[in-house]
């Protein structure tokens, strides 16, 4: 079993920054692909981020492409998803997830609880 804890949501103003951390007190952290995915208020949840093992394969959601960062400190147990220039239409629950395989789908093993982000105009 992976718990996977999530931080740093929050209400932001659209074209400032906001920073998620998910961590994990799992010592082999470093043995999982991690994303981030997101549930916006009255839609379905939708693919945000994912990030290999050894961090070297990310793909992004062309939504997000070119604002959102997900990086990892396999020291630290952590992934991280750092959200630049948000718009209004971010504005949704997070998740942070974990799969032994990468993955671009909802297909994870483990979820976290969830963090609240809320993009202002």
């Known amino acids: 079993q992976v718990q996977l804890v999530e931080s740093g949501g929050g209400l932001v103003q659209a074209g400032g920054s906001l920073r998620l951390s998910c961590a994990t007190s799992r010592r082999t952290f470093s043995h999982y692909a991690m994303g981030w995915l997101r549930q916006p208020p009255g839609k379905e949840r939708e693919f945000v981020a994912a990030i290999n093992c050894a961090g070297r394969t990310i793909n992004y959601a062309d939504s997000v492409k070119g604002r959102f960062t997900i990086s990892r400190d396999n020291a630290k147990n952590t992934v991280y998803l750092q959200m630049n220039s948000p718009k209004p239409e971010d504005t949704a629950v997070y998740y942070c997830?974990?799969?032994?395989?990468?993955?671009?789908?909802?297909?994870?093993?483990?979820w976290g609880q969830g963090t609240q982000v809320t993009v202002s105009s």
């Open positions: 997830a974990a799969n032994r395989i990468f993955s671009m789908s909802l297909e994870y093993d483990y």
